[in-house]
């Protein structure tokens, strides 16, 4: 997707906004306004639907537990990870709070932030009693990866590092801070509040260990974010606060707690803001201001000799993790003005079909491939530029 392309599809969207007609908002880093599918989905879920969850015993109880736990999925979905190592938090703020006052690496007390970060990543390391080493950015406003790598040592139990600076707009190579940070035995945090609304992230491929993220910067409710982390590590944390829904069994003497994510949220959590944060996500995946592009491909040549009206499998793909937008998961489009293509899909894998041969021309398959990419809302749009 093209900047022009991205323009017209934040333009396209700007009358769903209520709270800004008439007027140019210009200060989404901070924090977004809300879509009218999220604030349809807040109140509905307060005026309709609304009950406490995973203790009720009737049945619209268990509807909303239900509904809470599809948002974990959701939320876990949009960055490539598991509801099992997804804790709805209260934002970033408080999952960077959590990972450092309970998250522990051997003796080591040593953090590695970067000059960029928000105070959100450097408040709670001080509080948690960790030493800082701050790396200098390069002249383009950039984290200066040369010199994290040679700062980094094993004195390090963790590296911090912002996703997507919310003053420069600078995009870190995370696939790379994961390397320096892993071969001296130190774990990676990603902040990813500026990221998550912009990009494609996948926590799988970029190999970090913890990433945080808030939903109102996400066109979502304020109070409500993610940490995700790997479920060994989550499991070997104590518990960040007390009280109902985290714990096993409970005695005046002693109590045992359930595993990750529950251990870490404690009481009555903020149900609806969850809710909201699913509606957000929906509404950032149909609204098309993200691409997916498929994360792999397998083109079948033997479809460039098939005649007019065969149908013929063209290529497929596997596409990165999260729901595919809705009404993408089967049917026909219309792709660069050729009639019949099909379109299904089945574990993660995507797979074209040609119904009828245009012209009766013979078909390239990788040329075919190379004009498109998946993104959310619109089944494909223009490959951005430069896509092999």
Not at 45 to 62: C, E, I, L
Not at 109 to 123: F, G, M, Q, W
Not at 286 to 309: D, T, W, Y
Request: net charge negative; aromatic share 8%; hydrophobic share 45%.
């Amino acid at each position: 997707m093209n900047h022009q392309t991205k323009i017209r599809a934040a333009l396209d969207v700007r009358d769903q906004f209520p709270a800004i007609v008439g007027w140019h908002y210009l200060d989404s880093a901070v924090s977004a306004q809300k879509p009218q599918a999220v604030i349809d989905a807040v109140t509905h879920a307060y005026g309709r639907d609304y009950a406490s969850v995973h203790r009720g015993v009737y049945q619209r109880s268990a509807d909303m537990t239900l509904a809470y736990e599809a948002a974990r999925t959701n939320a876990a979905n949009w960055i490539g990870g598991a509801a099992e190592e997804t804790i709805f938090t209260r934002g970033a703020t408080e999952a960077i709070n959590l990972v450092a006052a309970r998250f522990t690496n051997g003796n080591r007390k040593r953090v590695l932030l970067s000059a960029l970060e928000h105070h959100s990543n450097i408040v709670p390391w001080q509080l948690a009693g960790y030493d800082i080493d701050v790396v200098p950015l390069t002249e383009d406003g950039r984290i200066d990866l040369d010199a994290a790598e040679r700062m980094a040592n094993e004195s390090h139990a963790i590296v911090s590092f912002a996703h997507v600076s919310n003053v420069l707009g600078s995009i870190l190579d995370a696939k790379r801070t994961a390397t320096i940070a892993h071969q001296v035995g130190a774990k990676f945090l990603l902040d990813g509040c500026q990221a998550v609304p912009r990009m494609v992230v996948d926590v799988a491929d970029i190999d970090c260990d913890f990433y945080v993220y808030s939903g109102h910067k996400l066109y979502g409710p304020t109070g409500i974010g993610c940490l995700w982390g790997r479920s060994d590590l989550l499991n070997a944390m104590p518990p960040y606060q007390g009280g109902g829904a985290m714990i096993d069994q409970v005695t005046f003497a002693k109590s045992t707690f359930l595993d990750a994510p529950a251990r870490f949220e404690a009481g009555t959590p903020h149900i609806v803001g969850a809710i909201g944060l699913h509606a957000a996500i929906d509404w950032t995946q149909g609204a098309a201001l993200i691409e997916r592009r498929v994360r792999a491909f397998n083109p079948f040549p033997a479809a460039a000799s098939v005649v007019a009206g065969e149908t013929v499998k063209i290529w497929e793909a596997a596409v990165l993790p999260g729901p595919l937008p809705t009404g993408a998961a089967h049917g026909q489009i219309l792709a660069a003005g050729e009639p019949g293509v099909d379109v299904a899909t089945a574990e993660g894998v995507l797979r074209v079909t040609r119904l009828q041969k245009p012209g009766g021309k013979a078909l390239d398959a990788a040329q075919f491939l190379r004009g498109f990419a998946l993104v959310p809302g619109m089944l494909f749009g223009p490959a951005p530029e430069g896509t092999p």
